[in-house]
């Protein structure tokens, strides 16, 4: 069993369009993130979320927003994608002070 | 956040030998550390972590160092396989309470066979 998955792997997408990719954690975690993953390879951190706290990255534009419909998902909204915005997204779970555990990504390009 | 940065970009090494793989962090009050291997095509892969308050701590084979006085954190892999090629980050945490990862850039581990 998958602990911690996203759907899509691929998405593929114009600019100007919005886009979802979810994310959904078994491991019974409290505490959700996403990252993006730069073409260098450079992991930075958007969010954290638990369902007492959003932490956001100020560097992440507003048109990203997290979006929680219960304690093992967490998704990840884009709005008026641009061309800088492709890269590989990931979602991470932890308990809070734990170990992160990251799903395999989706990788996100913008044409 | 502060930027954690590593001394190599990319590492080669023969089966069998000893990899090192270095890093460092600029924020002093950074108090948890942890490197993560990351597989092509896979997302990042826990390996080991280490506390501030400790400065050597061992794994199934792996090995991280920390030395707080030039804010410097290794992770050594004894008798490297295939298996280990990857891309190596190191992380750190410096947020009491909370769990956001700060990651440095990535090393490149090839083993040759």
């Known amino acids: 069993d998958t602990a911690v998955s996203q759907t899509p792997k691929y998405l593929v997408t114009q600019m100007g369009n919005d886009k979802s990719i979810k994310c959904e954690q078994n491991?019974?975690?409290?505490?959700m993130y996403w990252y993006k993953q730069d073409s260098k390879k450079f992991l930075k951190i958007m969010f954290s979320?638990?369902?007492?706290?959003?932490?956001i990255n100020e560097t992440v534009p507003n048109r990203f927003s997290p979006k929680s419909p219960d304690k093992a998902h967490l998704n990840l909204h884009i709005n008026s994608l641009e061309l800088g915005d492709s890269a590989v997204y990931f979602c991470?779970?932890?308990?809070?002070?734990?170990?992160?555990?990251f799903g395999p990504g989706t990788r996100l390009t913008v044409l | 956040g502060e930027s954690v940065g590593l001394h190599l970009p990319t590492l080669s090494v023969q089966e069998g030998d000893n990899s090192i793989i270095n890093c460092a962090y600029s924020?002093?009050?950074?108090?948890?550390f942890i490197w993560y291997k990351q597989e092509s095509g896979k997302g990042p892969q826990f390996i080991i972590d280490?506390?501030?308050?400790?400065d050597k701590r061992q794994g199934q084979r792996v090995t991280v160092l920390l030395n707080k006085t030039v804010k410097h954190l290794s992770l050594q892999i004894a008798a490297t396989q295939p298996g280990d090629s990857a891309v190596y980050f190191c992380?750190?945490?410096?947020?009491?309470?909370?769990?956001?990862?700060?990651f440095g850039t990535g090393t490149r581990l090839t083993v040759i066979p």
């Open positions: 991470a779970s932890s308990q809070v002070g734990g170990q992160q555990f």
């Open positions: 491991l019974g975690h409290d505490t």
């Open positions: 979320y638990n369902n007492k706290e959003l932490i």
């Open positions: 924020n002093s009050a950074s108090d948890y």
């Open positions: 280490i506390r501030s308050n400790m």
């Open positions: 992380a750190e945490s410096y947020q009491t309470g909370a769990n956001n990862l700060f």
